[in-house]
């Protein structure tokens, strides 16, 4: 099994920065992608950002030139750098592993995130 946790959400000002972890444990060598995703207060959890093994990254067109998704390596956390962050930006950040065998992805808790105009 893959255990993650999030860490990093808090508040900001418009126009400010924060940047989520996601720490991942247990059987990482399973684990193909991971992304970030976050839900707003009366909406559906959308995609923000996404990262394989290979380090191939893809992102929302919303946060396209804002967020920045990165790893060092498999064994260490994936970071999601904010900046420039919005009043639309508040959501619970959640993140998610895909693992290689096809089981049901993986989710994290979620960290909270809000901007504050």
């Known amino acids: 099994q893959v255990q993650l946790v999030e860490s990093g959400g808090g508040s900001a000002q418009a126009g400010g920065s924060l940047r989520l972890s996601c720490a991942a444990s247990?059987?990482?060598?399973?684990?193909?992608?991971i992304a970030w995703y976050r839900q707003a207060p009366g909406k559906e959890r959308e995609l923000v950002a996404s990262?394989?093994?290979?380090?191939?990254?893809n992102y929302a067109d919303s946060v396209k030139g804002r967020f920045t998704i990165s790893r060092d390596n498999a064994k260490k956390p994936v970071y999601l750098q904010m900046n420039s962050l919005k009043s639309e930006d508040t959501a619970v950040y959640y993140c998610?592993?895909?693992?290689?065998?096809?089981?049901?992805?993986?989710w994290g808790r979620g960290t909270l995130v809000t901007v504050s105009s």
């Open positions: 247990g059987r990482t060598f399973s684990i193909d992608a």
């Open positions: 990262i394989t093994r290979d380090s191939d990254t």
């Open positions: 998610r592993a895909n693992l290689y065998d096809g089981s049901p992805p993986t």
